[in-house]
RNA sequence: UCCUCGGUAGCUCAAUCGGCAGAGCGGGUGGCUGUUAACCACUAGGCUGGGGGUUCAAGUCCCUCCCGAGGAGCCA
C-alpha cells in the first residue's frame, strides 16, 4: 500500500492510499464523520463511514482531538476539502490516543495561555504557517549572500567584549577566566573576518539582558550581519536595499498562500524594491517637531517617533548619520560633522520600525581608541579589535538585521513573539 | 524600574447603583449520511488570583501582595 504526504495527494486521485497524521478537527453526522488530518504537509479531510467501518467507527466517532491515526483509503477530488482531495476511509489504525482533551480549543484564547502552551499552540494552522513563513525567509537571506559572494562566519556565543553597553549583558561563569558574557552581536568578529574574506556575514542567536516588554523585543532573537571590506555608508545602504528587497521579495512569492491564510495583504510588501527613502536625524527630527514630538537632538527615536516617520512613507526608510553620543562606540566620526556619526537604521513602513542598525566602522586607530575610553570601556579587553586597525586597516561597513522583527512586517503580525517558535521574555522562559 | 489596564467554570468572556454566580466553546450522554470553528437536546462543572478591611450584604468599594497584558526607557 503507498503511504504518501497530503501534499501529494493529487498525483494519487483515484487511488489508494495510506495518511500518517493527527485529528485535527473532527465533526460527525450520525453515520458519516469528517476527520480532518494534519500530517505535517497540509491538511486533508477524511470521510469515516459506519457501514465500511464497522466496529471502530464509535470509537474513530468519538475520537480526542490531535490522536494520531494511521488512515487507509480512496483519493477522490472535492473542492469542500482543504486542498481540494479527500480521503474516502477504508481502514483506520488508532496511533495513540489522546490521553487528556486537547488544551487548545476551537475557539479564541489569551496570550498568557497560549505562551504557556507554546509546545502544542505550535499545531496549530497559524503558527504553522508564520514557521513556514520563516524557513522560507531564512533560506532566502542565506541564499542572497552566497549569491553575492559573502562567506559565513559563525561568531561565538561566549565573548569578552561587547559591541553595546555591559548593563544589557547576560553573563556566565567562565571557569577560571571570570565573566564571559552571552553574544549581543557578532559584529566586532565579522570584522575580523573581512581581512581573510572580504565580505562575511553570520547568523544566529543573539541575547540581550534589556528588561524590554513591548510588542517589539524578545530577550533572545536571531540577527543576521554583513560586514564587507572598502565598503562605504553610501555602498553600505545599496547593499541593505537590495538585500532587504530581494528576501522581502522572494518570500512573498513562495509563500503566498501562508500570508493570505495570516490575512496579509501583500500589496504593500510588493513596492518595497530600491531606491528606498533616506533622511538624515536632523531631518527627522524637523519633521517630528513640525507634527508636535518634543523629541530633543541628541537623543534617540522613541517608538512613536519611529511609528510618526514610517507612517509618512509607502516604503522602508532611513535613518542617517545620528549624533555620535547615541551610537555605539565603534561607528565612523562624520569627516564634516564631528558630533555625527556615518550609521543609517532601516524602519520598516505600515508602523514596523527599526529593522536593521547599520554604519561604517571606525578604521583609524587612535580615534578607535579614543572612542573606546570615552564609552568606558577596557582598551585591554578590546587589543584585538584595535589589531585590525594596525595591519592594513580600510575603510569597511555592515549592518545587522532583526529575523523577528522583519518576520513580523512580512507576516502583518501585531507582537514578535508569535515569529519565534518558543519565545523567551523578560517574564517568560518557560516552555 | 516606572505608567496604564486586567485576573470570574478547562478556555474566551458577561454580571446595571454593592443585592440569587451566567453564556458560548470544550467535557459527558443521546440524536443526525456531506460537515466546514457543523448542528440539535439534555447534563456535570465555581474558595470570582492570595491575604486583610468597610458593610446587614462584596465578583463589585478600600489596603496589600502575587500573576499577566500593553506601553515607556533601551534596542534588532
Not at 85 to 103: A, D, G, M, N, W
Not at 169 to 190: E, H, I, N, P, R
Not at 265 to 278: A, C, H, T
Request: proline residues 5%.
Amino acid at each position: 500500500m503507498t503511504e504518501c504526504y497530503i501534499k501529494d495527494l493529487p498525483r494519487h486521485a483515484g487511488k489508494e492510499v495510506v495518511l500518517k497524521g493527527w485529528v485535527s478537527n473532527r465533526r460527525s453526522s450520525g453515520k458519516v464523520s469528517f476527520l480532518l488530518i494534519r500530517d505535517g504537509s497540509g491538511l486533508c479531510q477524511a470521510i469515516a463511514e459506519r457501514e465500511v467501518l464497522g466496529d471502530i467507527y464509535q470509537e474513530v466517532k468519538k475520537i480526542p482531538l490531535e490522536s494520531s491515526l494511521e488512515v487507509q483509503g480512496t483519493v477522490v477530488e472535492e473542492s469542500r476539502s482543504p486542498g481540494g482531495y479527500e480521503l474516502h476511509v477504508t481502514r483506520v489504525e488508532i496511533i495513540h490516543k489522546s490521553q487528556e482533551e486537547f488544551p487548545i480549543g476551537k475557539k479564541e484564547h489569551g496570550p498568557d495561555f497560549l505562551l504557556n502552551n507554546r509546545h502544542l499552540w505550535l499545531r496549530s494552522s497559524r503558527q504553522i504557517a508564520i514557521m513556514r513563513v520563516r524557513d522560507t525567509l531564512v533560506r532566502h537571506i542565506r541564499e542572497y549572500f552566497h549569491k553575492n559572494d559573502f562567506t559565513l562566519i559563525d561568531s561565538p556565543i561566549f565573548t569578552t567584549t561587547c559591541g553595546e553597553d555591559t548593563s544589557s549583558l547576560f553573563s556566565v561563569d567562565y571557569f577560571d577566566l571570570g565573566k564571559a558574557f552571552l553574544s549581543q552581536t557578532g559584529q566586532l568578529y565579522l570584522e575580523a573576518a573581512i581581512f581573510g574574506l572580504g565580505k562575511v556575514y553570520c547568523f544566529g542567536p543573539t541575547f540581550r539582558a534589556e528588561r524590554s516588554k513591548t510588542r517589539r523585543h524578545l530577550i533572545e532573537f536571531w540577527m543576521v550581519e554583513a560586514e564587507a571590506a572598502f565598503y562605504d555608508h553610501d555602498r553600505n545602504l545599496a547593499l541593505q536595499e537590495d538585500f532587504v528587497s530581494y528576501i522581502v521579495q522572494n518570500t512573498i512569492a513562495e509563500r503566498a498562500e501562508e500570508l493570505a491564510s495570516l490575512g496579509r495583504d501583500i500589496e504593500p510588501l510588493k513596492k518595497v524594491v530600491p531606491p528606498f527613502y533616506r533622511i538624515s536625524y536632523d531631518e527627522a527630527l524637523t519633521i517630528l517637531k513640525e507634527k508636535g514630538s518634543d523629541i530633543e537632538w541628541g537623543t534617540d527615536l522613541g517608538g512613536d517617533d519611529e511609528t510618526l516617520i514610517t507612517s509618512l512613507y509607502d516604503k522602508p526608510v532611513f535613518i542617517e548619520n545620528y549624533p555620535r553620543k547615541v551610537k555605539a562606540f565603534y561607528m565612523k566620526q562624520h569627516p564634516d560633522k564631528p558630533d555625527y556619526v556615518k550609521c543609517a537604521d532601516l524602519l520598516a513602513p505600515e508602523g514596523y520600525g527599526e529593522i536593521i542598525g547599520g554604519s561604517e566602522r571606525e578604521d583609524d586607530y587612535d580615534k578607535l581608541l579614543q572612542a573606546i575610553r570615552e564609552n568606558n570601556l577596557d582598551p585591554e579587553r578590546y587589543g584585538w579589535y584595535l589589531d585590525l586597525r594596525k595591519y592594513g586597516s580600510v575603510p569597511h561597513s555592515g549592518f545587522g538585521l532583526g529575523i523577528e522583527r522583519t518576520l513580523s512586517w512580512i507576516c502583518g503580525l501585531k507582537h514578535v513573539r508569535e515569529t519565534i517558535p518558543f519565545p523567551r521574555m523578560i517574564y517568560r522562559a518557560y516552555p
